[in-house]
């Protein structure tokens, strides 16, 4: 498995997984066809304040994306990932998320990176926590997903945090 940034070649590997599990990634954005993938993709890359980073495989083919949004201003990022239905539970992404907030926070230059993950979502859980994330707090029935709330676990993981 190999670490790149994110690229327009990218968008089909995308879409795929998008469609692959719709249910999943519709929070992580509305793509549905080759279109709306390069857009996903290219909002993703020309963004000034987001870094990205994937994983891939040895055919480089795109395995899990995380990304940081970063607040300038306080040296803090938001961090999300998503991974291809076919690299879930192989520990891929938990790998990917602790290499990218390992970069932000070391030449990266951040102090601070946030994530937060649905309550009932244990893989997940897995990923923040195996990439070093502590847990905060529980934000209650934060997100609405098909007419049910959902509560969110607040995590983040700081510069002078143990690795």
């Not at 249910?23 to 509305?30: C, F, I, L, V, Y």
């Not at 990923?127 to 607040?154: C, M, P, S, W, Y």
Request: glycine content about 8%.
């Amino acid at each position: 498995m190999v670490f790149r940034e994110l690229r327009a070649d990218d968008a089909e590997r995308v879409l795929d997984a998008f469609v692959s599990d719709a249910a999943e990634m519709s929070r992580q954005g509305d793509v549905h066809d080759l279109a709306t993938a390069c857009g996903y993709v290219s909002r993703m890359r020309e963004n000034p304040d987001m870094r990205t980073l994937v994983a891939v495989d040895d055919a480089d083919l795109l395995l899990a994306f995380a990304a940081v949004s970063v607040d300038h201003d306080n040296a803090n990022g938001w961090l999300f990932y998503w991974a291809h239905p076919d690299a879930r539970r192989r520990g891929i992404t938990s790998q990917l998320v602790r290499a990218l907030a390992d970069r932000e926070l070391g030449e990266g230059g951040l102090h601070r990176l946030e994530l937060g993950y649905r309550a009932n979502n244990p893989g997940s859980a897995a990923v923040a926590h195996a990439a070093g994330f502590v847990q905060e707090g529980l934000e209650r029935e934060k997100f609405l997903v098909n007419g049910t709330r959902i509560d969110v676990v607040a995590a983040a993981r700081l510069k002078t945090d143990p690795v």
